[in-house]
């Protein structure tokens, strides 16, 4: 019977993995206000599962996401859980420094593999080079290796530093007249603000006349911080543990806070401390990421409640009729 989409009528993907639901591969659920949804993988709406043992499959669900699951991205309401070959979004309650510090250490082994991707081969070309260079020059191979490590490093920075700043519209300078042409380099000078208007607001220093001159909002900002921090969180100073910035974040009271408190200083990108700059990126990068998750839930919710809503009428009604039936059987007969 819960075969296929209520709103696109697609039949679900999956088996349903811990629910025991038999379908689903992406599964949300709400411990709190007892709901399990399985999500449509072709129109992404959220299906509300029948009543019958719906609180065991929450449990089991649950339970798999608690135990052997991984946070790839979290925001306070949302968490998106991998288990397994499925996807279980966890609404409702927080539970932020252990979710953070998931996040983010994967994120940096990712990263760590993105730069031995360019670093060892630099190094083999590198190596190379030097050993010929030094048998000619009859120098020492030490001096030159140690010099190694630090060139190819720079190298790798300056690849992730010249990264093109992908907007829908570059920004005009209002100081130079010029096209800003952001390099992610260049997004170490701007300094993110307070704007009544917008809940993200980056006001961009222009890299021909180095005075600021354009400020972006929404999508646009998002995008140049990310990329902006990304490039700074990979310089030599910027390396921290994901659980430093973890705890930065849980102190300041959750990403939203971190990000209203960045703003309220006005520093530039650059001269925010490393752990917080680590932890700003990762706000910026859950806020953009579980956004979309969060919009989704919220009608998912807003139809689990009218459901409820017709489900207890329906109850009351039957009642209602057990007892005209009552009574009716209690009439004297004849
Ligand atoms: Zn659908
Ligand atoms: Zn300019």
Not at 136 to 143: K, M, S
Not at 264 to 285: F, N
Request: glycine share 8%.
């Amino acid at each position: 019977m819960f075969r296929t989409c209520a709103f696109c009528n697609a039949p679900f993907d999956g088996d349903g993995g811990p629910s025991g639901l038999g379908v689903g591969r992406r599964l949300a659920f709400d411990e709190w206000r007892g709901r399990l949804w399985v999500v449509c993988s072709r129109c992404s709406r959220w299906n509300l599962t029948p009543l019958d043992d719906r609180l065991e499959r929450i449990d089991a669900v649950a339970r798999a996401a608690r135990d052997g699951g991984r946070v790839v991205a979290a925001t306070d309401q949302v968490a998106l859980i991998r288990w397994q070959r499925y996807d279980l979004v966890r609404v409702g309650k927080p539970l932020r420094v252990e979710l953070s510090t998931w996040r983010y250490g994967e994120r940096l082994r990712t990263r760590q593999r993105e730069r031995m991707k360019v670093v060892v081969p630099l190094t083999v070309a590198a190596v190379g080079l030097g050993i010929a260079a030094n048998v000619v020059a009859g120098g020492g191979l030490g001096v030159f290796v140690w010099n190694l490590h630090r060139l190819v490093d720079q190298v790798y920075i300056g690849i992730v530093g010249n990264r093109k700043v992908s907007l829908t519209e570059p920004p005009i300078c209002a100081n130079c007249g010029n096209l800003m042409q952001l390099r992610a380099r260049h997004v170490q000078h701007a300094r993110v603000v307070p704007d009544a208007h917008a809940e993200v607001a980056v006001v961009l220093s222009c890299p021909k006349c180095r005075r600021e001159g354009a400020q972006l909002t929404g999508v646009d900002a998002v995008q140049v911080l990310r990329q902006g921090l990304t490039y700074l969180n990979v310089t030599r100073s910027g390396r921290r543990r994901a659980e430093d910035a973890a705890r930065v974040v849980d102190q300041v009271g959750g990403p939203d806070r971190l990000l209203h408190d960045v703003a309220r200083r006005e520093l530039t990108l650059r001269s925010l401390r490393p752990e917080r700059r680590l932890a700003l990126e990762m706000a910026v990068d859950e806020r953009a990421e579980v956004e979309e998750l969060e919009r989704q839930w919220r009608e998912a919710e807003e139809i689990a409640e009218i459901a409820d809503g017709t489900l207890s009428t329906s109850e009351q009604l039957e009642e209602e009729l057990r007892r005209l039936k009552r009574n009716l059987g209690d009439q004297p007969s004849g």
